[in-house]
């Protein structure tokens, strides 16, 4: 997807481990859930355990990304995989 919303946020959910890190730096975006996993608000369903959402503008959800420790969180920009 480009134009309106050029970014794309990718979450593999079952790789999470719940350390909170992305929370910590883009609380709007990532929360804490009951499994002790986080969820990307907003974000819908496109494959098992795999979450995305389209959004105008990155916020702080590059950081977000570079701080998971396994790397769960991609981010694509104009359809070009940043992280
Ligand atoms: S930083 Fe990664 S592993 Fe940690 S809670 Fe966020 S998505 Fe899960």
Not at 5 to 33: D, L, Q, T, Y
Not at 66 to 74: A, F, K, R
Request: with cysteine; charged share 30%; aromatic share 4%.
């Amino acid at each position: 997807m480009s134009g309106e919303f050029p970014i794309k946020i990718i979450h593999e959910r079952n790789v999470c481990i719940g350390c909170c890190a992305c929370e910590s730096i883009e609380p709007k975006f990532w929360k804490m859930n009951t499994d002790n996993k986080v969820d990307l608000v907003g974000a819908k369903k496109e494959g098992d355990e795999v979450y995305t959402l389209e959004l105008k503008e990155m916020q702080g959800n590059m950081e977000a990304a570079e701080s998971c420790p396994v790397n769960c969180i991609h981010v694509e920009e104009k359809g070009i995989k940043k992280i």
